[in-house]
């Protein structure tokens, strides 16, 4: 893959020794390299919970998640690649956006006037070229039908691009989480052929009735599954060796896909195949982690493979790459398990996914995370029962010691809350203050339309970026807004990761600790001069800064005194701890 192949054949001693030692984190029975995933080998998943200690950095991260395709344009050459034409349904085509595009923001500082610790991109490898009519004339836009794990899709933009943008968000201090697919190739259409009948299957269609109607089984009726449950050697699709041929690489992809092989021990079986080309990425470039989609559709047991193999692959590149290394973080891996969710929301059981016939608890097999699904329809809560409630349960309830993502809306939930951004500042307040990780969706921060009458299913939710609305001053405002919280998040881990404490009802007044980081925030106080009891919270003589207005003040008898013209105080050390410096 790519200029690395003397990296991969040629592992160094360091590298093979932390191969062959068992990973950081705990597996449950039935989660190591290779193993077959039966109702006999993750039934013990039913009982079996081992102990965490999530990373308060995870714990507390704001994650910007976008359609790099709908965010900007910054290179227009790229628009239709592939032959692809301008005639989709409306919203269900490309429409420009690019990795040029998320370049130039990030050189513009608006992630870091945001305060976002990490950007996950939608998948940027090669999607199918045609389009699919299942709902109505669609192309991959959205970057979920694959073709070639191994190449960045042209209208995104090049290898290159990724590697510079990579680059760009380090230097920036953010990190860079890969969506990552193990589940599906992309549909078949005139330009992209099925693969082979050992790769995928097409039916039966999945009716979401047990673990096997879950997994083994085709998602849609163009949505061909590929067969994670086999052990059984393949060859290459001759699809994908007829496209290296023409590329003039199908020798070095040969010759890498033989050292994996050769290194690992893993039959060449679909799935580690696909395992080997989504780590390459990381042993390249320095991925901090994979969001992985489609997580429930898939036997467990190969998560616990990929970040394995993700995390022998980033440790391999910080220690070629010293200093261009952002930290000594380990792998980060959040997973996609959808209706899974905070306080046993849909089919979840504290830590377990139920699928009627087994339970599985997915922190077992390689993930540090999962994206709390509950949380839009926890939204329309107050905030004191939502983050009481939440505190309680990540930090001495059923899901102590592991983290959740949080988000208010998402390309792919119906159920997103406010998609009619009526509630746009108290939205904000409630997810960027929220115990947990928090998911920015492209455009929450600029209050992005979410519903588009005229677009079909859940491409209403996939309007693109409009950059001139931030002229506007409304819009400016509710930028201001979301900046602020993302800053003062940034600034303390204790803030999502710390323990709550309500310190008033009215007005509602609470504190956030996580050992020696205390944060306080006190809303709905009198715009002007207000005074808030900070005995509790901070020592006598404390300076603190509002995070809101910038302002500053000291404890004095236990209390501290502000007059901003705004009302609300976001409460904190003006240095930020030590934990989170980037």
Same mark, same amino acid.
Request: aromatic share 10%; glycine share 8%.
């Given at each position: 893959?790519?200029?690395?192949?003397?990296?991969?054949?040629?592992?160094?001693?360091?590298?093979?020794?932390?191969?062959?030692?068992?990973?950081?984190?705990?597996?449950?029975?039935?989660?190591?390299?290779?193993?077959?995933?039966?109702?006999?080998?993750?039934?013990?998943?039913?009982?079996?919970?081992?102990?965490?200690?999530?990373?308060?950095?995870?714990?507390?991260?704001?994650?910007?998640?976008?359609?790099?395709?709908?965010?900007?344009?910054?290179?227009?050459?790229?628009?239709?690649?592939?032959?692809?034409?301008?005639?989709?349904?409306?919203?269900?085509?490309?429409?420009?956006?690019?990795?040029?595009?998320?370049?130039?923001?990030?050189?513009?500082?608006?992630?870091?006037?945001?305060?976002?610790?990490?950007?996950?991109?939608?998948?940027?490898?090669?999607?199918?070229?045609?389009?699919?009519?299942?709902?109505?004339?669609?192309?991959?836009?959205?970057?979920?039908?694959?073709? @070639?794990?191994?190449?960045? %899709?042209?209208?995104?933009? *090049? !290898?290159? &691009?990724?590697?510079?943008?990579?680059? +760009?968000?380090? #230097?920036?201090?953010?990190?860079?989480?890969?969506?990552?697919?193990?589940?599906?190739?992309?549909?078949?259409?005139?330009?992209?052929?099925?693969?082979?009948?050992?790769?995928?299957?097409?039916?039966?269609?999945?009716?979401?009735?047990?673990?096997?109607?879950?997994?083994?089984?085709?998602?849609?009726?163009?949505?061909?599954?590929?067969?994670?449950?086999?052990?059984?050697?393949?060859?290459?699709?001759?699809?994908?060796?007829?496209?290296?041929?023409?590329?003039?690489?199908?020798?070095?992809?040969?010759?890498?896909?033989?050292?994996?092989?050769?290194?690992?021990?893993?039959?060449?079986?679909?799935?580690?195949?696909?395992?080997?080309?989504?780590?390459?990425?990381?042993?390249?470039?320095?991925? @901090?982690?994979?969001?992985? %989609?489609?997580?429930?559709? *898939? !036997?467990? &047991?190969?998560?616990?493979?990929?970040? +394995?193999?993700? #995390?022998?692959?980033?440790?391999?590149?910080?220690?070629?790459?010293?200093?261009?290394?952002?930290?000594?973080?380990?792998?980060?891996?959040?997973?996609?398990?959808?209706?899974?969710?905070?306080?046993?929301?849909?089919?979840?059981?504290?830590?377990?996914?139920?699928?009627?016939?087994?339970?599985?608890?997915?922190?077992?097999?390689?993930?540090?995370?999962?994206?709390?699904?509950?949380?839009?329809?926890?939204?329309?809560?107050?905030?004191?029962?939502?983050?009481?409630?939440?505190?309680?349960?990540?930090?001495?309830?059923?899901?102590?010691?592991?983290?959740?993502?949080?988000?208010?809306?998402?390309?792919?939930?119906?159920?997103?809350?406010?998609?009619?951004?009526?509630?746009?500042?108290?939205?904000?307040?409630?997810?960027?203050?929220?115990?947990?990780?928090?998911?920015?969706?492209?455009?929450?921060?600029?209050?992005?339309?979410?519903?588009?009458?005229?677009?079909?299913?859940?491409?209403?939710?996939?309007?693109?970026?409009?950059?001139?609305?931030?002229?506007?001053?409304?819009?400016?405002?509710?930028?201001?807004?979301?900046?602020?919280?993302?800053?003062?998040?940034?600034?303390?881990?204790?803030?999502?990761?710390?323990?709550?404490?309500?310190?008033?009802?009215?007005?509602?007044?609470?504190?956030?600790?996580?050992?020696?980081?205390?944060?306080?925030?006190?809303?709905?106080?009198?715009?002007?001069?207000?005074?808030?009891?900070?005995?509790?919270?901070?020592?006598?003589?404390?300076?603190?800064?509002?995070?809101?207005?910038?302002?500053?003040?000291?404890?004095?008898?236990?209390?501290?005194?502000?007059?901003?013209?705004?009302?609300?105080?976001?409460?904190?050390?003006?240095?930020?701890?030590?934990?989170?410096?980037?």
């Amino acid at each position: 893959m790519r200029k690395m192949f003397g990296l991969s054949a040629v592992m160094s001693a360091a590298a093979l020794s932390l191969a062959a030692c068992s990973e950081s984190e705990p597996q449950a029975p039935g989660a190591q390299a290779g193993a077959v995933s039966s109702p006999e080998t993750a039934a013990p998943a039913l009982t079996q919970v081992n102990s965490f200690s999530a990373d308060p950095f995870w714990n507390n991260a704001t994650i910007y998640f976008m359609l790099p395709d709908r965010f900007h344009n910054g290179n227009p050459d790229n628009d239709l690649s592939y032959g692809r034409k301008d005639d989709a349904a409306h919203m269900r085509g490309f429409h420009g956006g690019d990795l040029r595009g998320v370049i130039q923001k990030l050189e513009e500082g608006y992630f870091t006037d945001l305060g976002v610790d990490a950007l996950w991109m939608s998948p940027v490898i090669e999607n199918v070229h045609g389009y699919d009519e299942g709902d109505k004339r669609t192309y991959a836009f959205h970057g979920y039908w694959p073709k @070639d794990w191994t190449s960045v %899709d042209a209208n995104l933009g *090049t !290898e290159a &691009e990724l590697s510079e943008l990579i680059e +760009k968000a380090h #230097s920036k201090g953010v990190r860079i989480l890969l969506d990552v697919i193990i589940n599906h190739t992309g549909p078949v259409t005139a330009e992209d052929p099925l693969w082979p009948s050992d790769w995928v299957r097409t039916n039966p269609q999945c009716d979401w009735s047990s673990f096997a109607q879950n997994v083994q089984c085709a998602l849609t009726d163009n949505l061909p599954d590929i067969l994670t449950e086999s052990e059984k050697p393949v060859e290459l699709p001759p699809q994908l060796i007829e496209k290296w041929q023409r590329e003039g690489r199908l020798e070095q992809e040969v010759a890498e896909l033989d050292a994996f092989f050769e290194r690992t021990g893993y039959p060449r079986a679909p799935k580690y195949y696909i395992v080997k080309w989504l780590t390459d990425w990381v042993r390249e470039y320095g991925v @901090d982690g994979f969001r992985a %989609d489609t997580v429930k559709h *898939t !036997e467990p &047991e190969i998560w616990a493979v990929l970040k +394995k193999e993700a #995390s022998l692959a980033l440790a391999e590149w910080k220690a070629a790459n010293a200093d261009r290394k952002l930290d000594d973080r380990e792998f980060f891996m959040v997973g996609e398990v959808y209706h899974f969710g905070v306080n046993n929301f849909s089919n979840s059981d504290g830590r377990f996914y139920d699928y009627g016939d087994r339970k599985v608890d997915f922190f077992n097999y390689g993930f540090d995370s999962l994206i709390n699904m509950g949380f839009a329809a926890h939204a329309a809560q107050d905030m004191e029962s939502i983050f009481s409630q939440y505190s309680s349960i990540l930090h001495d309830g059923a899901l102590q010691g592991v983290s959740v993502l949080n988000y208010l809306g998402s390309h792919d939930d119906q159920g997103s809350f406010d998609r009619e951004r009526k509630q746009v500042k108290s939205a904000a307040l409630k997810l960027m203050l929220a115990p947990g990780a928090a998911q920015i969706y492209y455009g929450d921060e600029i209050a992005r339309p979410m519903i588009d009458d005229q677009a079909y299913g859940d491409a209403s939710m996939r309007v693109p970026m409009d950059w001139s609305s931030i002229e506007q001053s409304k819009t400016s405002e509710i930028l201001s807004h979301w900046q602020k919280l993302g800053q003062f998040r940034q600034s303390h881990l204790a803030v999502g990761a710390g323990v709550h404490q309500q310190l008033s009802a009215a007005p509602y007044v609470f504190s956030r600790t996580l050992e020696n980081d205390r944060v306080m925030v006190a809303l709905d106080m009198p715009a002007g001069e207000k005074t808030v009891d900070a005995s509790t919270v901070f020592a006598e003589g404390t300076l603190v800064k509002d995070y809101y207005s910038g302002a500053e003040a000291r404890v004095e008898n236990g209390t501290l005194k502000f007059d901003t013209g705004f009302d609300i105080l976001l409460l904190g050390s003006p240095e930020p701890q030590e934990l989170t410096t980037r």
